[in-house]
């Protein structure tokens, strides 16, 4: 996670985030007329934005999709859930690139879900992330008790997965070349010593996985179940939202900044020799 | 297109330091936790709606009342649903659920109306200023702030974008739900590129005057806690401290609501 704070340094990263939040506000806010519960959640086609932003600009995404969506609450529905909206959507544009990392090691790493593999995998996280999302925007209402954790966590869910996985592939395999031709991918503008190794990466991986599946579960299952309310909701769910953060903390990241720096290398190995 | 809640006024709210009213946001938020008799979440209101009224921001009120009528309704429904109570109303209803629900729309109404005076009261460049002086790393906030400012520019560069491709047969209303969303794509994409484009000319602008040169940065808008700030927060944290004993001694409370 330390690419996270590191990334600060780099004035384009910084103006990378500016832009990703005023682009995801920008199309956020029009649509601030359509709520399916007012004051939490609208219907958003702009949620494909944090995948796309997180799979090109890295940490930069996330920080863009969280103050993205805070500045959309600024237009209207600043409540105290949007501290919640912040946390949830910082995670929603966190965990895509660390995911595709641990999927795509060497090699080919672009995101560009260009073939069947890459696709399938984009789905996985499209799905896996969104119910990492809802999970902690329903756990942290459910907590305040501001609303139900079941209705909030399907309705987000739908809400990040239909645009993520309908407006996704195409905007990525339309977008990356030219990101790629601007000298914006995050792993361009990183070195590899300012993002965190990977460490026990698989391991990272099943533990954003068990997470986000036993957070929506369990959550499901006290409400369902009748065994409690908000606050049990709210405590029951912090194990499984830690297992998130730990895994988050173990995916790294360093290894996707080095592949990249090998295939520049690469592409500019023939150049020189030509010329 | 202007989406900004910002009203021009002159008033003793609008005069006072961003962070005294980041400060009484937040309050508020706590406030509106404190109790949960729908009886006193109303008097929380009409303390909020007043205050809006001093700062001639009630104006707003016309930009969300649908939000706050919707909250109003889909809370009490849903909280009626699921909640449970001990005194039967009607069919699955029980009248501490309804309560309930009732206390829990008022406590969303009243952070949806609180930030809303807050955004009537204060400009953008206050927040970010104000974000900074409270201790924010000061490129965290300018990316807030740069965002915040870019936002009207992005839309209307979408709208411009909209109507071009519109005028070559783009229908964003036709279709199911799923082609609905899949006719964004004509839009999006020159969006996100006509935006993010400018990311490297930006850089090189914010480097080329000295962004991140300095550790200590100064700012051209000016704040500063006055006088007025302290009388503020000395008399919220006042109303808030007196609102905090009475739950303690067990007033505003809801009996019976089983969650």
């Known amino acids: 996670m330390k690419e996270v704070f590191t990334m600060w340094r780099h004035t384009q990263m910084v103006v990378l985030v500016a832009l990703s939040a005023a682009i995801y506000a920008a199309v956020l806010i029009p649509l601030k007329g359509f709520p399916i519960i007012p004051g939490l959640i609208e219907i958003r086609p702009a949620n494909v934005f944090p995948f796309v932003f997180s799979l090109l600009f890295g940490p930069a995404g996330a920080w863009g999709a969280a103050i993205g969506n805070l500045i959309g609450d600024f237009f209207g529905t600043l409540t105290v859930g949007s501290i919640g909206g912040f946390i949830g959507n910082f995670f929603l544009g966190l965990l895509p690139y660390k995911l595709w990392g641990a999927f795509f090691r060497r090699g080919d790493v672009e995101p560009n879900p260009n073939t069947a593999k890459k696709l399938a995998v984009y789905v996985a996280i499209v799905i896996i992330v969104s119910l990492v999302c809802a999970s902690i925007i329903a756990w942290f209402v459910a907590l305040l008790e501001l609303f139900p954790f079941t209705p909030v966590l399907l309705l987000i869910v739908s809400n990040n997965v239909i645009p993520g996985i309908v407006l996704g592939p195409i905007l990525l395999i339309a977008l990356y070349p030219r990101v790629k031709q601007f000298g914006l991918l995050w792993t361009e503008i990183m070195e590899p010593e300012e993002v965190s190794a990977s460490r026990l990466q698989t391991l990272g991986n099943v533990l954003v996985w068990v997470g986000g599946i036993g957070a929506l579960i369990t959550g499901l299952l006290i409400e369902a179940g009748g065994f409690g309310g908000g606050i049990t909701v709210g405590l029951a769910l912090i194990p499984f939202l830690l297992l998130v953060v730990v895994g988050a903390f173990l995916l790294g990241g360093r290894e996707q900044v080095e592949a990249a720096e090998e295939m520049m290398a690469a592409d500019e190995a023939p150049e020189a020799r030509t010329s | ?259």
């Open chain 2, 1 to 259: 297109m202007d989406p900004s809640l910002y009203l021009a006024r002159d008033t003793f709210v609008h005069r006072l330091d961003p962070r005294t009213k980041m400060l009484l946001l937040l309050g508020t938020f706590v406030l509106a936790f404190v109790f949960l008799d729908p009886l006193y979440l109303a008097g929380v209101m009409a303390l909020v709606l007043l205050f809006g009224y001093l700062a001639e921001s009630l104006a707003n009120l016309r930009r969300v009342w649908f939000i706050l009528v919707a909250i109003t309704i889909i809370s009490t429904v849903l909280w009626a649903l699921f909640g449970s109570g001990q005194t039967p109303l009607f069919l699955v209803v029980e009248w501490e659920a309804l309560l309930y629900g009732i206390a829990i729309a008022l406590r969303i109404d009243i952070t949806v109306v609180a930030g809303m005076i807050f955004l009537s009261v204060t400009r953008n460049e206050e927040i970010a200023t104000g974000l900074a002086r409270l201790g924010i790393p000061y490129r965290f906030a300018f990316a807030v702030s740069t965002a915040l400012r870019l936002v009207p520019t992005i839309a209307a560069t979408g709208s411009t974008i909209g109507q071009a491709q519109r005028s070559r047969g783009l229908d964003l209303e036709s279709g199911n739900a799923l082609e609905r969303i899949r006719n964004y794509v004509p839009l999006l994409v020159p969006v996100f590129i006509s935006t993010i484009r400018s990311t490297n000319v930006f850089s090189m602008a914010l480097e080329s005057k000295g962004f991140g040169a300095g550790s200590k940065r100064t700012f051209f808008l000016r704040i500063s806690f006055g006088w007025r700030d302290a009388v503020a927060l000395a008399l919220f944290a006042a109303l808030l401290g007196g609102a905090i004993a009475l739950r303690a001694a067990g007033f505003g409370g809801l009996e019976g609501f089983g969650g």
